[in-house]
């Protein structure tokens, strides 16, 4: 059964109203139930033709259409969460018309960690794909998680890589949480939403619609402390991702490639207008200060044990290689590759292309 709140912030999204509006009346009634009770004749609308023609929110509520919502979000690992929630993310909360609520299908705890938004072309090249998952891995194993729009190409595979490193994900959908587009990513779908979160600000039952990608694109940066593009043309989704990332404040990290290939075009493009060029995942964390310090955290209760110390104090937050471990310690590559095996089954440690991350 859903509990009245999750109801209110349902009715608050869908009515009938623009959301700048709803977002006045949230400033003064941050609890939604008062909120759709408010007297919209008191707010201080700039002109007549944008004054509400009701008093309430209420009366600008389709019920028909908060029937399905409420029937989708009863079921488990469902919900709504609304912009006054405290587990609405606080980084999208920063951003300028952010939206007033967010359907989840998943873990929605995972909308509290830190995140880094990983976008491309639909039509990559072997080598970005091959990049793009190579980095969402070794950024998700520092405990970072991944965002992306769950298209086909170089956000499908940034999904994938965060999975196969036991990390973990974010699907922003661009439709209702009801539907899946692509189609063809109804498996990987199904798996974030098992592993991970899928995310819309859309309700139940929206279509796809171009208009709506622009908005999703919007939420993947908000999200996010940085924006990765890996691939993407000179008019491109990813380019405008890219561009509400810069205008939110947030770092913007671009991929290079060939010269001759059309989708190495838009990341020259943000590098030329002052973006971080990035070859690896490594070099990510470097930039951004080494491990997710939440993540860090998170597992600093975890006290290693006696036998790891000496090898663990030689491995830092961000990549460190077995011979950089070596010098460190005094130990030899045999006897530290035989540790290693072991520290890493007992998540004290993560692999990556360059090395080892420390974990506790």
Known sequence: MLDEKSRAWIKLARAKIPDALKRSVLERCPDPREALRFDLESLDTRSQRSRPLNRNLLALVDQQDIAQDVDWCSLPQRSVIGLTDHLFPSQLKEVSCPPIAIFCEGNQKLLSQQMIAMVGS???????????????????????TVVSGLAIGIDTVAHVGALSASGSTIGVCATGLDRVYPRQNTELARDIADKGVLISEFPVGTPVRKHNFPRRNRMISGLAVATVVVEAAIRSGSLITAGFAADQGREVFAVPGSVYSPVSRGPHHLIRDGACLVESGDQILEALGGFNSNFSNQNQHQKPPQWSIKILSAIDFIPTSIDQIAERSGLTISEICAMLIRMECEKLIATCSAGYIRLV
């Open 122 to 144: 639909r039509k990559p090249t072997p080598g970005g794909l091959k990049i793009a998952e190579e980095m969402a891995a070794v950024v998700s194993s520092a405990g970072f």
